[in-house]
Structure formats: C-alpha cells, structure tokens
C-alpha cells in the first residue's frame, strides 16, 4: 500500500510539473503580410520610404561635396544584391570591356558606384562616442538600420513555435566583431542571434558585440541566468 501511495503521489506530481498554465496560440498573418507575394515585396517592405531617406539623410551628410538621391541608393543596393549571385573577382570587372555585365553597368557608372560606397553612412559620426564611454555603442554606425529592422520584423504576429539559434553572416571585413564559427558554411562573419519562427520569419536579432550580456544592458525585473539563457531573455521580451 505505501508503494501504491508513493506512486501515485509521483503520478500527481508529475502531472503537476508538466501542466500548461499559460495557453500559447497562432496568431493569424494580417492581409498585409500574406499579400506580400515576391521577394520584392518582401524586401520593400524592410526597405522603405522612412530608411531611404535615412540611409539619404546621412549619406549626403558625410559626403559634402556630392548629393545622391534615394534613386541613386536603390541602384546601389540592387548592384550589391546582383554581384552576390554573378560573381567577379573584381567589381571593377563588371563595368571592364572584357567582362562587362550589362545589367549591372547599364544601371550606374562605375564612377558613382564608388562614390556611393566610399560615402555610404547610415549614422551621424559626430554623435558616436568615445570607446572608453561606458555608454558606447559598438555599432553605432548602423544602429539606424538595426533598430528598423527589428521594429519591421516586429510587427508581425509571433507564432506559437519560436527557436533561438545562430546565424552567420558572411564578410571579408577586417574587423574587431568578425567572428570564426567552424561548424557554419561560411566560418568567418558576424554573428547574429536570431528569433525565428516555425513560418520562415525571424521575429528579432541582434549582433554579438561581446558586450550585450553586461548588466547595464538588462532590464530591472530580468534575472542574470547566464550568457546563452540571457540572450533568449533578451529576444522574448
């Protein structure tokens, strides 16, 4: 009899510990999302009106002596996207007489092309702050754009199925925040930390700056439960 007791205590207990006191649900995609049907609709409605004319704004400030367009930003970006996937060893080859890519030089002189990206800026230098500041941002330079991002990935439903995981993103950058990931196809590239749901969509990231798990960077009411478990704390909120 006492074994039968202690069993079914156990039995209650587990049932117990395994109960759902919190009901998660699907929430259904609004019309604007689902009418997003091509992968241009999709990257418009990253890209819009409000970042070109940041991307605009501080470009044409850091530049002085030349004016671009939000035409002339569009162009840019959609070169950068083409030689992504018509690989040259030189971008200077797709504007050469040997190997000229007519899509590609048909849209913008090569001139421009680097005018736009020796001056592409994306935020306000004179505001940025010192590296000893306990208040400086790592990534100032494109905060802007981050901040977009993640308010666009936002305001889309979250679904009842969410992962945290990694990504890499690849570059030949020499810079501090590369990091090496041996087990990724491209083993060196920042590192992002990624919300994502059972759908496709990513619902937040952020950029690993080593400096993202000091306690100035965590909420009054968050607990500190670790460098892994305080990143998903971090993307939940």
């Avoid at 501080?58 to 035409?71: A, E, G, I, W």
């Avoid at 199925?161 to 570059?171: G, N, S």
């Avoid at 990931?181 to 992002?192: D, F, T």
């Avoid at 993202?212 to 998903?232: C, F, H, I, Q, Y």
Wanted: proline letters at 5%; aromatic letters at 14%.
């Amino acid at each position: 009899m006492e074994i039968n007791y202690l069993n079914s205590n156990l039995r209650d207990l587990k049932k117990f510990c395994y109960q759902k006191f919190v009901k998660f649900a699907d929430k259904p995609l609004p019309s604007k999302f689902t009418d997003l049907s091509t992968p241009l609709s999709f990257f418009n409605y990253f890209f819009d009106e409000k970042l070109y004319d940041l991307i605009v704004e501080q470009t044409n400030l850091f530049s002085y002596d030349n004016v671009f367009t939000k035409k002339d930003i569009q162009k840019y970006l959609g070169i950068c996207i083409f030689t992504s996937v018509v690989h040259m060893s030189s971008v200077r080859d797709y504007w050469s007489q040997g190997l000229r890519f007519e899509p590609i030089a048909e849209t913008m002189s090569l001139n421009n092309f680097e005018k736009i990206r020796r001056y592409l800026h994306f935020n306000d230098n004179s505001t940025m702050l010192p590296k000893d500041h306990p208040d400086n941002d790592r990534l100032h330079k494109i905060r802007p754009v981050v901040d977009h991002l993640n308010n666009k990935y936002q305001r889309i439903p979250f679904s009842r199925d969410l992962c945290v995981d990694e990504q890499q993103c690849a570059t030949k950058a020499r810079m501090y925040l590369k990091q090496y990931m041996p087990m990724k196809p491209h083993k060196w590239g920042y590192k992002l930390f990624m919300l994502c749901d059972v759908n496709g969509f990513a619902d937040k990231f952020e950029i690993y700056t080593s400096s993202e798990n000091l306690p100035k960077n965590r909420l009054p009411t968050e607990p500190d439960l670790g460098v892994s478990a305080n990143v998903v704390v971090r993307l939940t909120r």
